[in-house]
């Protein structure tokens, strides 16, 4: 039976839709995988609501994408599945996964490619987040600074946001830490990116130390322009689906004491580079 074409809504003009008219238990066609994946490529990051999956079908469905990651610091794992982080906060919690713009474990060797978020509980008001597009980062600013930028690379440290808070897991003798170009290239798009974050970016190696905390400090405030961004609302039972490759996000943590409760599978990258 021919299945209807799926659905695509656009949040902003930068970055963002929403994909409607498929369910994500049930096995995928050819054809559905590729609109999915060529709507991740061409909107950054895409959200599916009224999805009920089991851990099973969460991890199958990243596993057509890729291997999947396993965090080397999770917060919380779900019990008999590694490669599901769970991703909670609640009246007890400090402090909450997210809360600064980030991609997710830049700070590996290899980082993650893609992260599905699968939210099941939501609280009554709040819990947005935020998505930016480093492409449009890249591309506002100007000439000379990309020029300048392109020749640089970064030191992304893990203990910089994992330690005092998590541990490494027992496999691990301490966090990654991972030195990248400060602007990739896309390995499918071949689009140009930013790729330094507030939580794990520590230092420009070609630059001296004052030199690079400056250009550090404006490369973060520069991301947080709205202008850049989709800010998504979450639902029962709703999935982002986003490529770490070109974006940063942020969780908002205005919902205390309320509880918001999700899982995350994380797709296995491979090397930042920056082809010219």
């Not at 009224?50 to 851990?55: A, E, V």
């Not at 994992?162 to 027992?170: A, D, L, N, W």
Request: one cysteine or more; a negative charge; proline letters at 8%.
């Amino acid at each position: 039976m021919k299945r209807a074409p799926l659905s695509v809504r656009r949040l902003t003009p930068a970055i963002g839709a929403e994909l409607e008219g498929i369910d994500l238990s049930l096995p995928l066609s050819d054809h559905q995988f590729r609109e999915i994946h060529d709507a991740l490529l061409d909107h950054l990051v895409v959200f599916f609501r009224d999805q009920h999956l089991t851990p099973e079908a969460h991890k199958a469905f990243g596993r057509l994408f890729g291997r999947l990651h396993i965090h080397p610091a999770p917060l919380g794992i779900l019990e008999g599945h590694p490669e599901i982080i769970v991703v909670e906060a609640h009246g007890n919690s400090k402090r909450i996964a997210g809360e600064h713009w980030h991609s997710d474990v830049s700070c590996d060797a290899e980082p993650p490619m893609a992260s599905i978020l699968y939210v099941t509980e939501v609280p009554p008001l709040g819990g947005d987040t935020l998505f930016a597009s480093m492409y449009a980062a890249y591309d506002a600013l100007s000439d000379s600074m990309q020029r300048f930028l392109c020749g640089l690379t970064a030191i992304h440290d893990g203990a910089r946001n994992y330690e005092g808070r998590q541990p490494v897991t027992p496999d691990a003798a301490e966090f990654p830490r991972a030195e990248h170009p400060v602007v990739r290239s896309h390995p499918e798009t071949g689009r140009k990116a930013l790729f330094v974050n507030r939580m794990f970016t520590t230092r420009l190696v070609q630059l001296k130390p004052i030199e690079s905390e400056t250009l550090l400090q404006m490369l973060f405030r520069h991301v947080e322009n709205p202008e850049f961004q989709c800010r998504f609302r979450w639902s029962p039972n709703s999935l982002a689906f986003w490529d770490n490759r070109c974006t940063q996000h942020l969780a908002l943590w205005d919902y205390y004491p309320h509880r918001r409760y999700g899982n995350r599978v994380t797709i296995a990258g491979d090397r930042p580079f920056y082809r010219p």
